[in-house]
């Protein structure tokens, strides 16, 4: 009599199981594609207070019209552009402001908006700051620089930051100590000039019109921050990271001590959590509606595998500030060119870096504890669930977790061949046994049953080796026959 096959759909066999294991990679590969290349829509979300994302999308036109590199008449105009969109904001907001620094005609608001040296305790202060400058050269560099800042930040006083303008002061020390910084402030920045080769819609006019947004955000009535918040316009950041270097010469520098740095490495796509200083900081971007991001990027630029820089640096390594880098990343192919223009990005794109800097940014604000004094936080370990869910953990709890289960699985695994032993039903490493009597299935007589077991302890390893190989090999291939195809498309090795 012979053994009856099982018609069990979802049995320990080998086609079930290698249907339902293709299943589970399918879906999982669709739902990550699906996740990387379709961006959440504005409309998903109710309308946030204080943010306009078609007035975002009209300033992006303005910014990326021409090509608008540091020290050219088309980034003049650029940045006068930029004073005349804040003072329109702030009036429109009907917030009450002075400006520190050079006069300009773009202050138009008459009504509310006074031009001054700081004698006035205004709940917003434009600086117009044409001043700042310094001279600096990279280490291991043979090159040095002098650079003239032309940056434009815009203060927003936070209900605990007390009225006095304590950047005015200088002096003695007992006179520094009683204008120390009444709170420890956030700081939100982006570059407005533009590589000599690209319109910068996204490198970093999308970055440029989420600050103009977070400047409605925070002036528009019911939205004022507990913390104050120092909005940074820079200019120069292309050529050095010169424009976040002339800030750290403005007093007002010092009064941060968290920022979110925004930025563009692609041109359009889903803005990305490249980098954190630390767990507590990165906690405030738990609370955007869309995360995205994995530690693995902060690995990639802390092992020199990104070779390019941002402003990140200068805030974090150079002023000591804990913080964010939130940037665009692909399609790499069009960064630094012309392809970088508002055709090639769009309203979702500005959404989805704006929920995250509105989001992060409030929570920062909130906060009204000191445990963001400049200092040491917890090394994090953090990642997105299909950019919905963002997970985050102390590198020093995954590690204990990790060393749990390096510990407690090979004991599991012990455990239960222990337990197969004893019940006779142990072949992972035996060719033949004997048909189990009290098997329904089983023929009537005993027989042997060939397990293969040794074939099988061998069959993984093989097919590791020969996969892994091959996709070395390609990989190889690629890199001498055409190197930059990858720029063009991250699926080419498929091709």
């Known amino acids: ?26 879906a999982l590969a669709v739902a990550l594609l699906y996740t990387h290349h379709v961006v959440p829509s504005p409309s998903s979300n109710a309308p946030v207070k204080g943010v306009n994302i078609s007035e975002a999308w009209h300033d992006l036109q303005v910014i990326s019209e021409g090509f608008h590199p540091y020290n050219t008449k088309k980034n003049d105009v650029v940045r006068n552009w930029l004073l005349q969109r804040i003072d329109q904001i702030l009036v429109a907001n009907k917030a009450e402001y002075s400006v520190q620094g050079a006069k300009n005609a773009a202050f138009l608001g008459a009504s509310v908006a006074t031009t001054s040296n700081g004698s006035s305790a205004s709940p917003v ?57 009444p709170s420890h402030g956030v700081l ?23 600050v103009l947004q977070l400047i409605k955000y925070h ?100 002023l000591g500030i804990r913080g964010l880098d939130v940037a665009f990343f692909e399609p790499r192919s069009k960064y630094h060119t012309d392809n970088d223009a508002a055709r090639f990005t769009s309203k979702d794109s500005i959404w989805h870096m704006l929920s995250a800097a509105v989001a992060t940014t409030r929570d920062l604000t909130a906060d009204t504890t000191t445990d963001f004094s400049r200092g040491q936080g917890h090394d994090g370990v953090w990642f ?7 997970g985050l953990t102390q590198l020093h709890v995954m ?30 490493f035996a060719r033949k046994g004997k048909s189990d009597p009290l098997d329904p299935n089983s023929p ?41 195809i990858v720029y063009s498309s991250q699926y080419s090795v498929f091709r």
């Open 1 to 26: 009599m012979g053994a009856k096959k099982s018609l069990n759909p979802i049995g320990f066999l080998g086609l079930p199981v290698t249907i339902i294991t293709s299943a589970v990679y399918i």
């Open 125 to 181: 202060i434009v600086f117009n700051d044409l001043n700042s400058n310094g001279t600096w050269s990279a280490a291991g560099s043979n090159t040095s620089v002098y650079f003239e800042g032309n940056n434009i930040m815009v203060y927003i006083r936070g209900t605990r930051d007390g009225s006095t303008n304590w950047w005015m002061h200088s002096g003695d020390d007992e006179e520094e100590e009683s204008a120390a910084p």
């Open 188 to 210: 939100v920045n982006a570059h407005y000039d533009s590589v000599s080769t690209g319109f910068g819609a996204t490198d970093d006019g999308v970055g440029v019109i989420s």
């Open 219 to 318: 002036t528009t009535p019911g939205n004022q921050p507990k913390r104050g918040l120092v909005a940074l316009l820079n200019n120069g950041e292309e050529d050095f990271l010169n424009g976040a270097k002339a800030f750290m010469r403005h007093p007002i520098s010092r009064f941060p001590d968290t920022f979110l740095n925004l930025e563009g490495a692609g041109a359009g796509g889903r803005a990305v959590l490249f980098r954190s200083s630390d767990a507590e900081v990165t906690n405030a971007y738990t609370k955007s509606p869309y995360p995205f991001g994995s530690i693995l990027s902060a690995d990639l630029f802390k092992r020199r595998v990104i070779g390019s820089q941002t402003d990140y640096v200068v805030f974090e390594g150079e």
């Open 384 to 390: 997105d669930l299909l950019g919905r869910i963002f």
């Open 399 to 428: 590690f204990a977790l990790s060393v749990t289960l390096l510990v407690v699985a090979p004991i599991i695994m012990l455990a239960m061949m222990f337990i197969l032993i004893k019940t006779d039903k142990y072949y992972l």
């Open 444 to 484: 009537d007589d005993e027989v042997i049953v060939s397990f293969n077991g040794w074939r099988g302890l061998f069959r993984y390893p093989v097919a590791f080796c020969l996969a892994t190989a091959a996709v070395v090999g390609l990989a190889y291939l690629m890199t001498k026959i055409n190197p930059y």
